[in-house]
Every structure is written in structure tokens, then in C-alpha cells.
């Protein structure tokens, strides 16, 4: 796809109201499914926990939009007998046919089951869950820093500005068979139990090359 079609995208998106961004990040509100394939469309990837943080602290992200939310990359992932596991690695968006399945299993009002080989992935690549709560004092230890990344510390100090003492993790009830969810991240917290197939905020970014220079997007919050 041209960088002149994806432009033409963007600005139709717009029109219809919606899509909004400001230096690169965009805010869809979709379905999963149908909101991945939109950021697809702009050129656009899903924005990870720590670069909605740094998104935030940079100002390019409105507070009034943190505090209702966004789809992010990370997922969380049940194994049985272990418990749960935060990974960067989230089996639902993993590929086209996964992403079918959990929005498809999510409207059902069933579990999205990953393969043995993601589950081996969560359990190496990402952390274990010990606790529903993260205190801002523990933001520079390993799940603040797996979850914030560099700017955790910052981000403790804005959230304590607000008035907030630590982030909570919502998640799901246990479960003897494995399955997946997609993390949903505002100021509250990260939810881990949100519907997949009602439409809900997507934070994207677009990559920096596609952006038209000393350009500045400022449109309404959706």
C-alpha cells in the first residue's frame, strides 16, 4: 500500500469520526478485530503499555482519553496450576486466526484457548502475576519495569500527582484449562477482563515516516 493511499485512509477515517491522533498516535474506537485491521489500514501498529505511558507523559495523549482507556499489545495469559502470567507476547492479536477465534469464543461467552507453544511463550517471556496490586513504590522493580519500561519511575510520579497509590491489575477468575485475554489500560488500572467484540478505544501509532512533517493533529476526543 502507498503512503499516498494510507494518507487518503487516514483522512477518510477522520470524516467518519473515527479515527483521532496527535503526532502519530491514533485513538480508534472498534471492535478488536475490525480496529486492528483499521490501524492495518493507516500503517498503523498497536501501541504497547509503555508507549501509551510515554505518550502520556509527553502530553501527545489527552488525560481525559487515559482515564477512559485502550486496547494495548500486551495480553494476560491463565496456565493451570500456575496461575497468571503478563506477556508482551499476547496470543489473542498473535495472528489473524487467533484474533477470529477469541472475538469469536468472547461473543460466544467462552475462553480463547492459546496453543501449548504460547503458552510456553508466556510463562518464558513474561512475568507472573503475584498480586492484583502494584504499588507505585514497586514500579522499579520487575513487573513495574516489565509493564512501564523506562519511564516507570515518571509514571509513578504522575500517577501520585493524581492522587493515585498504586495500579490494579482486574483480573479474571482462575480457571483448570488455559486461555487468553487482551489488556485493556487506563488509569484505574489494567483490565483484563474487557469484551472483545463490543467497540472500545484502540490505541495505534503510526510510524513516523508516514507523518507529514511539522504537521500537528489535534482533533476531539472520542
Known amino acids: 500500500m502507498t503512503t499516498a493511499v494510507i494518507f487518503i485512509l487516514i483522512f477518510i477515517l477522520k470524516i467518519m469520526n473515527e479515527i483521532k491522533y496527535s503526532d502519530g498516535l491514533i485513538i480508534?474506537?472498534?471492535?478488536l478485530d475490525r480496529g486492528l485491521?483499521?490501524?492495518?489500514?493507516?500503517?498503523?501498529?498497536?501501541?504497547?503499555?509503555?508507549?501509551?505511558?510515554?505518550?502520556?507523559?509527553?502530553?501527545?495523549?489527552?488525560?481525559?482519553?487515559?482515564?477512559?482507556?485502550?486496547?494495548?499489545?500486551?495480553?494476560?495469559?491463565?496456565?493451570?496450576?500456575?496461575?497468571?502470567y503478563l506477556t508482551h507476547l499476547s496470543p489473542v492479536i498473535l495472528n489473524t486466526r487467533n484474533l477470529r477465534a477469541a472475538v469469536k469464543a468472547n461473543y460466544n461467552g467462552e475462553?480463547?484457548?492459546?496453543?501449548?507453544?504460547?503458552?510456553?511463550?508466556?510463562?518464558?517471556?513474561g512475568i507472573r502475576v503475584t498480586s492484583p496490586l502494584i504499588p507505585l513504590n514497586q514500579f522499579g522493580e520487575n513487573i513495574g519495569q516489565f509493564l512501564f519500561g523506562k519511564n516507570a519511575i515518571l509514571f509513578a510520579k504522575y500517577l501520585r500527582s493524581k492522587g493515585y497509590d498504586r495500579v490494579n491489575l482486574i483480573l479474571p477468575d482462575k480457571s483448570d484449562f488455559p486461555f487468553a485475554k487482551q489488556i485493556y489500560f487506563y488509569r484505574q488500572g489494567l483490565?483484563?477482563?474487557?469484551?472483545?467484540?463490543?467497540?472500545?478505544?484502540?490505541?495505534?501509532?503510526?510510524?513516523?515516516?508516514?507523518?507529514?512533517?511539522?504537521?500537528?493533529?489535534?482533533?476531539?476526543?472520542?
Open 28 to 31: 480508534i474506537k472498534e471492535t
Open 37 to 84: 485491521k483499521k490501524l492495518e489500514n493507516t500503517g498503523a501498529r498497536l501501541k504497547s503499555i509503555e508507549e501509551t505511558v510515554e505518550s502520556l507523559l509527553n502530553s501527545n495523549l489527552e488525560d481525559a482519553t487515559f482515564d477512559r482507556g485502550s486496547f494495548v499489545k500486551e495480553g494476560l495469559v491463565n496456565i493451570p496450576k500456575e496461575g497468571f
Open 111 to 125: 475462553e480463547f484457548v492459546p496453543s501449548n507453544l504460547e503458552l510456553d511463550d508466556a510463562r518464558k517471556y
Open 191 to 222: 483490565d483484563c477482563n474487557m469484551d472483545l467484540d463490543f467497540p472500545m478505544n484502540i490505541a495505534g501509532q503510526i510510524p513516523k515516516k508516514l507523518l507529514r512533517k511539522n504537521r500537528r493533529y489535534n482533533l476531539e476526543l472520542v
